[in-house]
């Protein structure tokens, strides 16, 4: 019996690697194609598109020609990074600070219709997000906010926050209700509880929601069409990148600005999950 639970576990075991295997290719693979195709003259990749570089064919005139201004020749994307960066910044702020007290409230609080709002929250999300373009883009329009990085933040409050809530609300469930309890005797008000005791505690999912959003807000595109196309300085990453989309602009361009598109996503993983694991720690520690 010990000598057949040794061999499924090890059968398991092999299973396991070979699946993570298989995962991680699929999931590399395409990234480090897209990379190399970047680096690549055109000619070569023309000749051969699936080879790989050696060190003296390496050619970084794509990412010149992407980041360059269009007076320069280029296609001005490095002037819209700024712009995302505003957006997607501004709206994990808000987005949290929204969603930090609303999550406290739904599960702290009690209040008439409780319920139904905490169920709406996430019913709102099961809406796609086509469903709200029109009238919101009627709705700015009226106000003259079209083509305003401001308007923009505040319409995507519209899809981020109701889910934030709906995550943040499962994790400050979790949050023993006697520290706050404890916290109160000794002084504190709401305010402060929610700043010395909640925040701290609720780190790990705070990372992981202002990770959801500012991939939400980076990589957005139909509501930055929508809302910017008249106005090319507010254009977002996503919108520059779109207009590489043609048949004039090569597979080497493309490729290069998809990486540039792709780097801040990635590098903002790596930190997150280290805040994820000090934050889960911070909470653990005695004291």
Sequence with gaps: MASRERVETRVLGVARVLWLTVVLIACVLPLLYMLLLSVRPLQAVLQDPLGVPSPSELNLEAYRKVIASPEDGG????SFFGNSLIVALGSVVATVLLSVLGAYAATRLRFPGKNIINISFFACYMFPGIVMAIPLFVLFSRLGLRGELPALIVIYLASTVPVSVYMLRNYFRSIPRALEDAAMVDGCNRAQVIVRIVLPLAMPSIAATSLYVFMIAWNEYLFALLFLLESRDNWT?????????????SATVLMAGSVLLTLPVIALFFAAERLLVEGLTAGAEKG
Aim: charged share 10%; hydrophobic share 55%.
């Design 75 to 78: 296609y001005g994307l490095l």
């Design 237 to 249: 990453v996503s919108l520059g990148l779109a207009q590489l989309d043609d048949i004039s602009v």
